[in-house]
């Protein structure tokens, strides 16, 4: 796609989601023996969204949420420093993104001394996963930030549910609690993974520019579902092999989305059913709704950066 998102498309909401991924906690020498892990893999924590909820009710999700203008606040410098110098507070060099890929709006702060989105995006990602999850990807102050080992969740603060509820109702509450615990927000144990924009459905309906973060973890964290927005969670086992495997990268390769902005607000539609549709093409990156329950993925391009990609699959609604 080419091209930028008109300046009028207040339908965007800009968002972040982490991937948390976790090693197996090795059991004390007090502790019963469960069956031993696999050799390789990682355990993927999934949250179950409330019934009531409006955006996906019911469906299992990575912690993620809306980017709130706190996470850009230039208050978080003091908390920061002196690990918040260029370039982009010691987080590397950013992530490569192909120049035709359509730029949303810039939504940061006009204050010239906000956060960058790198930086901002991480503590959003950072935020969500304490607000629904309990989980605390902070770092102290007087470590020094690194990338080079898997990071640590810290233990739930006293008083977590009263922490939690004013961080929800005030986002700005977050870097409260961070300079309570005398913490930083971990941003250096978040790497870029990808994005994703919501496709369009209808005029008007709320869309979003989400950008995805991987964490590899130790060992699982404590998760303490906030009951509200979040009411379980469940570990999902995968094989993805060492992180130091997982590359960020972005990759699109449908053959039958034509390159034109356009459609990223508006409708491509066609007269054809889904399977003549599908005949047509042999490299496919899509995921087919053909209902609320019942979708298939279908992923044949071949990753240029080491991402692993779903295979085929058809899921039904005996499956969800």
């Known amino acids: 796609?080419?091209?930028?998102?008109?300046?009028?498309?207040?339908?965007?909401?800009r968002a972040a989601t982490m991937v948390l991924a976790a090693g197996w906690a090795r059991p004390g020498p007090a502790a019963p023996s469960p069956p031993p892990p696999p050799a390789e893999g990682f355990r993927l924590l999934l949250l179950q969204r409330s019934e009531s909820q409006g955006f996906l009710p019911g469906a299992h999700v990575f912690p993620g949420g809306v980017l709130d203008k706190a996470d850009h606040s230039p208050d978080w410098l003091r908390l920061f420093a002196p690990h918040h110098g260029p370039p982009r507070f010691g987080l590397g060099p950013p992530l490569s993104r192909p120049a035709s890929f359509p730029g949303l709006p810039?939504?940061?702060?006009?204050?010239?001394?906000?956060?960058p989105d790198?930086?901002?995006?991480?503590?959003?990602?950072?935020?969500?996963?304490?607000?629904?999850?309990?989980?605390?990807?902070?770092?102290?102050?007087?470590?020094?930030p690194t990338a080079a080992e898997p990071a640590r969740a810290l233990a739930p603060p006293p008083g977590l549910d009263a922490w939690r509820d004013r961080v929800r109702r005030d986002p700005r509450h977050f870097l409260s609690l961070c300079a309570h615990l005398d913490c930083t927000p971990d941003i250096w144990a978040l790497h870029d993974w990808g994005g994703w924009l919501t496709p369009?459905?209808?005029?008007?309906?709320?869309?979003?520019?989400?950008?995805?973060?991987?964490?590899?973890?130790?060992?699982?964290?404590?998760?303490?579902?906030?009951?509200?927005?979040?009411?379980?969670c469940q570990d999902h086992t995968t094989h993805l092999g060492a992180c130091s495997l997982l590359l960020p990268g972005t990759t699109s390769g449908d053959e039958l989305y034509l390159e034109d902005s356009d459609f990223v607000e508006n409708v491509m539609s066609t007269e054809?059913?889904?399977g003549e549709i599908m005949k047509e093409g042999k490299t496919f990156h899509r995921m087919v709704l053909h209902s609320r329950h019942v979708y298939s993925v279908h992923v044949t391009v071949q990753s240029k950066h080491k991402h692993v990609y779903p295979k085929t699959y058809v899921v039904s609604q005996s499956h969800l």
């Not at 796609?1 to 909401?13: F, H, T, V």
């Not at 810039?106 to 010239?112: K, L, R, V």
């Not at 869309?207 to 303490?224: I, K, M, Q």
């Open 118 to 144: 790198d930086v901002a995006f991480r503590i959003c990602a950072i935020r969500e996963a304490f607000e629904e999850a309990g989980v605390l990807l902070l770092r102290p102050r007087a470590a020094l």
């Open 106 to 115: 810039d939504a940061a702060d006009e204050d010239g001394a906000a956060l």
């Open 272 to 274: 054809k059913k889904t």
């Open 200 to 232: 369009f459905t209808r005029s008007g309906g709320r869309r979003f520019s989400t950008a995805f973060f991987l964490c590899c973890l130790r060992e699982p964290p404590p998760v303490y579902p906030d009951l509200t927005e979040v009411v379980s």
């Open 1 to 13: 796609m080419n091209g930028s998102l008109r300046p009028g498309a207040s339908s965007w909401r």
